[in-house]
């Protein structure tokens, strides 16, 4: 398969308003050096806590989506991002149960949102009282805090990840992150068309966590990849449900394992999920029905595989693969943007299938089993990569996706 790159961001300058605190900053760093210098040791960290001789350069902080860390999914993915910024810019991640602590320039630390995430702009204030430079909300539940947030912290830079905020320009103090979901989910629903092709009579299905639109874009781009290469779906080969009808769907393993059950019960041979958490449930369903499940966000498959937990294990075995969606790099690489430019642009950053953005996860347990797709998959890229495969993003283009694929004859 060809590397995968991630797109870098643009460099940006140093906007006016920020001359006075790069000044502070540059002292701070200048501080640290002068300290070192003279023999000052610096003093170890206590749950992640700083205690050393001088201040960090820059705080971030990243406010998990539902779930939290421990989802195996969207937030663990956000918190792989957060370790790689500690190692990179030799930073500690506050109050961490496993202790990341790699230096004092850069402080980090991450906060999870209530059940309901109904104190997502309180968890947005508490950064920015705090004098965090960063604030990155991990989902689009977080978008309304920064539209809040930003207004009374105007020095305080927001991130977004799936926030869509218009009018957003390069000097706004909000950054919206996003990615190509569909072109991901086209690749893994590709793969679930080659899987059913041999049993006309076979189902795919999808379950979402709630009925968004962002949820959606993944469960258009899954059935048209899976009608591509197996049009014998069409009309009717296709099942979808949703865990519940707002955010707790994402953790619920309960309300997904019913609902998942109940998929399979009716014919689904493999089931893609979008639901967070819930995930957990559909693998479940799954492994007790001898059938496939298709992860999201990580790499679930390696990670269940990798867990040492019994019974985590032996689901991962029914795991095909994972639409992978690269939030450890979107965090990174704003963190690395203010440790290289003393700010972040504001704007919009999009991740998609050409950059690495997303992908289909591949590793040693599912390697074996894939190799016959791989030339096939890689061509199917290559072509949404070119625009010869225009993949659908909501409803209306799907109906015309199908259409021109047409029904198996």
Do not use: W
């Amino acid at each position: 398969m060809p590397p995968r790159v991630v797109r870098t961001l643009r460099s940006v300058g140093t906007s006016p308003c920020r001359k006075e605190k790069t000044v502070k900053r540059m002292a701070l760093v200048l501080a640290a050096v002068l300290a070192l210098a003279s023999g000052c040791r610096r003093e170890s960290t206590t749950g992640g806590n700083f205690v050393g001789p001088v201040k960090p350069v820059h705080k971030i902080g990243v406010a998990f989506d539902i779930g939290g860390r421990g989802d195996r999914a969207f937030n663990d993915s956000a918190y792989e991002g957060i370790k790689i910024l500690a190692e990179t810019f030799y930073g500690f991640i506050v109050d961490d149960p496993d202790g990341v602590s790699k230096g004092y320039r850069l402080q980090l630390r991450y906060l999870e949102t209530k059940a309901d995430g109904r104190d997502n702009e309180q968890l947005f204030r508490f950064f920015a009282e705090d004098g965090y430079d960063l604030v990155i909300g991990i989902g689009n539940a977080y978008t309304e805090a920064a539209l809040i947030t930003a207004k009374n912290f105007p020095d305080t830079h927001f991130a977004v990840v799936d926030g869509i905020i218009p009018n957003l320009n390069t000097d706004s103090n909000i950054t919206c992150v996003n990615f190509s979901e569909h072109e991901g989910a086209f690749m893994v629903g590709a793969l679930a068309g080659y899987l059913t092709r041999s049993d006309q009579s076979r189902r795919v299905g999808f379950l979402g966590g709630t009925n968004s639109p962002i949820v959606n874009r993944f469960r258009v781009g899954f059935y048209a990849g899976a009608a591509f290469t197996n049009p014998a779906l069409l009309p009717g080969g296709f099942v979808t449900k949703y865990v519940a009808p707002d955010v707790t769907g994402f953790n619920d393993p309960y309300g997904a394992y019913a609902a998942s059950y109940e998929m399979f019960v009716r014919g689904a041979a493999i089931i893609f999920h979008a639901s967070g958490a819930s995930g957990a449930g559909v693998f479940k369903a799954a492994f007790e029905n001898d059938k496939l499940a298709i992860g999201v966000d990580s790499d679930q498959g390696a990670i269940y595989h990798d867990s040492g937990v019994p019974e985590l294990v032996k689901y991962g075995s029914i795991i095909v693969t994972s639409m992978i969606k690269r939030v450890d790099r979107a965090v990174f690489l704003l963190g690395k943007e203010l440790m290289d430019r003393e700010e972040v642009r504001g704007g919009y950053r999009l991740f998609e299938l050409a950059d690495g953005g997303v992908d289909f996860a591949v590793n040693q347990y599912n390697e074996d089993a894939l190799k016959p797709y791989f030339s096939d998959l890689d061509a199917i890229k290559r072509k949404i990569v070119d625009g010869t495969i225009l993949v659908p993003e909501n409803d209306d283009q799907l109906k015309d996706f199908y259409a021109a694929v047409g029904p198996a004859k």
